[in-house]
């Protein structure tokens, strides 16, 4: 598979050069400029086939040009010791969790695969590359985790000050890890600018091989395609009709996931997602991406420190026109909806639910004569384990979750013992010195 930038199709890279090299010249974003038909690979999986697996096999059939088969199963296998799961609330709705990583967010699968994959890249061209990250206090631990016995890469992640959470002492990389916290004065859209500064001295990021940890690398947005094989493994012999998504859009990764797997050849029927002010209907009722009326050339370049999937989604909707009424289905709705929608989870399914998870069973039941038609069912996206959100759950339903062991962990908050950091030139240093 090749990829190409958004805003520009007449040059390709290979996946290696999409992942070191990730944020494209011309400001857009990397996406397959090919399409596989995966459906060998897909259609015989089933419950008894790993997470792991699965990655492996798609890994091995999208890259198949560059790493050989036994390399992909590699790549997959370190990455993910753990994986969703999938569970049925009714004959008709069912939960696809993607918590049960170290962390408890949906994040440990991106960036574990990423940085498996990023290991093997540069093990095989010898050489070593720095992941430039401003951190949410998920991110940092996760990065943390994933880095731990990684030889070519170092991260240096950059937070508010009282921000670290979930490293060790022996992580950082002045007592001989990997991992190199800053902490600044200042608050996060801060931290955004003094990377995104760095980033923009496209001299200064070359020289120093950074590259991001987010979904701006096709890397990182590339396995989430994963999880929609895996549900379908453990659900086609379990819904004899359509299959449809309810998801939060966050920062619409998820759904251009979807959308890929669905273009290599998965059954599934579209997605239910709350509308936002990017992604939502028209008056007549039809699915409407608002930024496609502003030129490419009138954009700013992608955000390499907080990116937004809509201009890959834009991307495959280009391809296919139709796709977009009839495939993906935003619903307006209240915070009431979502209020009501999480007691309701909580009251008919005891399940603790987040507010994205909630949003997302909300939209799904604004569309459920369309997903229960002949035997069809709706799979409930749900993100990160809902202790992340513990006050909001609490205040809605009354009960909070308890906090498993592994997150509490990985989450607790620690101190750095470095100084504080006020400018640019100090992060400069920072990043030259461990390069």
Partial sequence: MRFTSTRNKSKTVGFAEAVLHCMPEDGGLYVPSDTEDL???ILYTDKT?????????????????????????????KAF??????????????MLELFHGPSGCHRDFGIAYLTACLETILQM???????LAVTRRETGAVLAQELRGKKRIKAVVVCPKGNVYGMEESDYCWNGGNIYPVEIEGNEDDCRNLVRSIFADKNFSEAHRLTVANTANIGRLLPQAFFYPFAFSRLKGEVPGDMYYALAPGNYSNIVAGLYSWRFALPLNGFFIPATDALTVNAAGDCIVLDSVVPYAERMPADPTDPSNIERLEEVF????????NFVYPVKLTDKMVD???????????IFADRHTGRAYAAAKVKADMSSEDGGAVIIVARDHPCLSADYIRSTTGEAPCVPERIASALKAVRVGKPVISSEAELRSIIAGIA
């Fill in 81 to 94: 010791p753990f994986e969703p799961a999938v569970r049925r609330l009714d004959d008709t709705h069912f």
């Fill in 318 to 325: 280009s391809a296919n026109s139709l796709m977009m009424r």
């Fill in 340 to 350: 009501d929608a999480v007691k309701e989870l909580f009251v008919k399914y005891g």
């Fill in 39 to 41: 459906r060998r690979w």
């Fill in 49 to 77: 086939t790993s997470f792991a697996s699965i990655a492996g096999a798609l890994t091995s059939a999208f890259i198949k040009d560059e790493f050989s088969p036994i390399i992909c199963e590699t790549i997959a296998t």
């Fill in 125 to 131: 061209r010898d050489s070593s590359a720095t992941i």
